[in-house]
């Protein structure tokens, strides 16, 4: 009888909800039997039999490249695939990073069939692999049954708006994809067995679950889902905190009060990204600086406190403008008790934005930006001089 064939996947702390959601489509598409996967922190670990497969950003890859030459040079016969948000956006440097296969898209069948092909002793050729449309989210798990690797519940996948930053709509696609509350009801009902008893849901607009755009909420689907997790029995569950969001808009006070009375998360992650007006429709933000302050006003009152997420140094943004940012961050600190989340701007591939430099921080906004980092009130703050 033929021994499983080795998938050795490279886990780590960025990547974990996409490794478990890999897992869930192979234990989905191919018969029971045929691999037998395994884990691995440090691709140093990686034994090298059968396959690789590494998922990672762009902010990882530059590591994964090297930790990947490093391996070929000790074990040649290496097969190994990459996908992912970089390898997406980005499929040929990934390929010429030393994988033999990029999947670009959502993980799906076209992975699955070349694992299988490969587990069957084939050697397909090297390339790039498209994954074609998006399935519906209840397709697969967002774990293995198997229990393997337990992750964060993505309830929503695909954002319809555009934001020159961000690569989920150029991923995703632009049209809002729900969980089923039936099969979030089987997931959380898995979960509560395997003895995990909290959740976390990964929506880009955790508020916009259930809603036909994915931005004006269903308070009675966004109800329903909370319900159905209180009742599966989790201890605690956390709506609209990291990596999700909600959008200034959708944190109407109807919602606010439907989390207060059903969610066990004190703070809520806002994006705002920019206190200039100017900016944020350069950005294709969608709302106004004073819609977002607005909506930290309702957090507030709704006694959550808002992580409100800006980025500095866009392409283009002038002191001026980085001024206004700092302006509005300190109103929000000062005024509503929020903590500021800075990013430094990083072009993503397959965005707008992709290749357009940073522009470099004045004085004023790194001292800013690391008075509020000392003061425990920002995060995130990296503003190397
Ligand atoms: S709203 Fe959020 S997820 Fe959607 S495009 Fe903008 S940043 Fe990305």
């Known amino acids: 009888m033929l021994q499983p064939y080795p998938v050795t996947l490279h886990l780590t702390r ?42 990672f950003t762009s902010l990882q890859a530059a590591a994964v490249a090297s930790a990947l030459a490093a391996l070929r040079t000790r074990v040649p016969e290496l097969r190994a695939v990459a996908g992912g948000p970089h390898a997406s956006g980005a499929a040929r440097e990934t390929l010429a990073m030393g994988f033999d296969w990029v999947v670009t898209g959502e993980a799906g069948p076209v992975f699955a069939e070349l694992v299988r092909q490969l587990a069957q002793g084939q050697l397909p050729s090297p390339g790039i692999l498209h994954e074609q449309g998006a399935s519906p989210l209840d397709r697969y798990p967002p774990w293995p049954a198997s229990g393997q690797l337990f992750a964060q519940i993505e309830i929503t996948r695909g954002c319809p708006m555009s934001c020159e930053f961000c690569q989920t709509p150029r991923l995703f696609g632009r049209r809002p994809r729900h969980r089923s509350l039936e099969a979030l009801a089987r997931t959380f009902a898995h979960a509560v067995a395997t003895g995990h008893d909290f959740t976390r849901f990964v929506a880009p607009n955790a508020f916009g679950y259930g809603s036909a755009d994915g931005i004006h909420p269903d308070r009675n689907a966004v109800e329903a889902l909370l319900l159905t997790a209180r009742r599966a029995g989790f201890r605690e569950v956390f709506l609209g905190t990291f990596p999700s969001e909600v ?26 990204q920019s206190g200039s007006d100017a ?12 819609e977002g302050v607005e909506a930290i006003a309702r957090i507030a009152r709704a006694r959550f406190q808002s992580k409100v997420d800006f980025m500095f140094g866009l392409p283009g943004e002038t002191d001026a403008e980085r001024a206004e940012s700092c302006a509005v961050a300190r109103h929000l600190v000062a005024e509503y008790g929020a903590s500021v989340h800075a990013h430094l701007f990083t072009p993503l591939p397959g965005t707008p934005l992709d290749g357009a430099a940073p522009t470099p ?10 008075s509020l980092a000392l003061s425990g009130q920002a995060t995130g703050v990296r503003t190397a001089r």
Do not use: F
């Open 14 to 55: 960025h990547n974990r909800n996409s490794i478990a959601a890999l897992l869930a489509v192979l234990e989905a598409e191919l018969p029971a039997g045929l691999i037998a996967t395994q884990l691995v922190e440090s691709l140093s670990d990686c034994d090298a039999q059968g396959l690789l497969v590494c998922s």
């Open 247 to 272: 959008r200034p808009e959708s944190a109407t006070e109807e919602m606010l009060s439907l989390a207060r009375a059903h969610c066990d998360n004190t703070t809520l992650a806002v994006g705002l």
């Open 279 to 290: 900016v944020l429709r350069r950005l294709k933000r969608g709302h106004t600086v004073r």
């Open 361 to 370: 921080l004045d004085a004023a906004t790194r001292d800013y930006l690391e």
